[in-house]
């Protein structure tokens, strides 16, 4: 298999399963941590995305389809999306290519879907964990590779759970808006396309929710102050 990409939990290979062409994540064993231990945990985490990944799929949402879980191996064998790009590069490549007025309509369309998807995970209690332009594909619909007509989707669950309360959500939200002030700084009404949109999909508790995003919020400046 060759390696994809690597991080600070796992790394990525571009695999085979079943004669089916797919990405294989596998979690690295932890070696300051008793096997035992360790092992428990990977298996924890391993069955936590993939029942998030099963809870996305019901609720209509798009992330990749797990094809094979190998707990043992440490390995989820998923669908691999080989013609989408990162709503980073999407969003670089928009600023980069287009007129001012262009580009601003291109992300706030994006911004619109992102804000959608965001808030149906929320209606239905799954906290992603880690929301960033990295973790959410660009996937060019049929032939189509300019980007023009896509779909979007949620990758990277291995942060996520199962929460009904606003806490999580709200946290959700924060590390998404520090995702975007680290990554697209020069975009400043990114955020705010998204949580237009958010407000109205997450449900009943809207309010609840952006009142905790923003004691969340407040928090975190009071630390950044602090130091």
Known sequence: MKIFKQGAEGRLYLGE?????CLVKERFIKQYRHPDLDSQISRQRIKAETKAISRCLNSGILVPRILHTDLNGRKIYMEYFGKAITA?????????????????ELLKNIGAKIGTI???????????GDLTTSNILINPKGNNFDFNVYDIVF?????????????????????????????????????EHILEAYRKECGKDESTVVAKFEEVRARGRKRTMIG
């Open 118 to 128: 965001i808030g149906k995970l929320h209606a239905n209690n799954i906290i992603h």
């Open 17 to 21: 399963y079943n004669g089916e062409y």
């Open 88 to 104: 980073k590069e999407y969003i670089q490549r928009a600023v980069a290519e287009h007129e001012d007025k262009v580009a601003e």
């Open 155 to 191: 990758i990277d669950f291995g942060l996520s759970h199962y929460n009904q309360g606003a806490e999580g959500k709200g946290v959700d939200l924060y590390v998404l808006e520090r995702a975007l002030l680290s990554t697209h700084s020069e975009q400043p009404n990114l955020f």
